[in-house]
């Protein structure tokens, strides 16, 4: 398990360093976000869920029966979207409306 951060989409916003528990992501040269030993990350998706961009995405990989699918995070309002995106391009979505989440 790791996250996997796309530089093109980056912005140096510094969200996800902030939001690292672990003190695993820094700036790289360029001023994009890097992590800094892929292996150490604890999966906490803490920066994923920081990331306005949408730069970071979280692997997962076949150790949690993944397979190589990527999860991505968006929020809109009240609208939480988590996807899975898998190897061959199929999504599965899950929607959280945080208003609702605790209703019960």
Do not use: H
């Amino acid at each position: 398990m790791s996250i996997r951060i796309r530089e093109e989409a980056c912005v140096g916003c510094k969200r996800c360093i902030e939001a690292c528990p672990g003190n695993l992501i820094r700036l790289g040269e360029r001023g994009k976000a890097e992590i800094r030993c892929v292996e150490d990350c604890w999966g906490c998706t803490s920066c994923l869920k920081e990331c306005r961009a949408k730069a970071i995405e979280f692997f997962l990989g076949a150790d949690i029966g993944g397979r190589g699918s990527v999860l991505s995070y968006d929020e809109r309002g009240e609208l939480v979207t988590w996807t899975v995106t898998q190897p061959d391009g199929n999504k599965e979505i899950v929607q959280i409306n945080k208003k609702e989440s605790n209703k019960y």
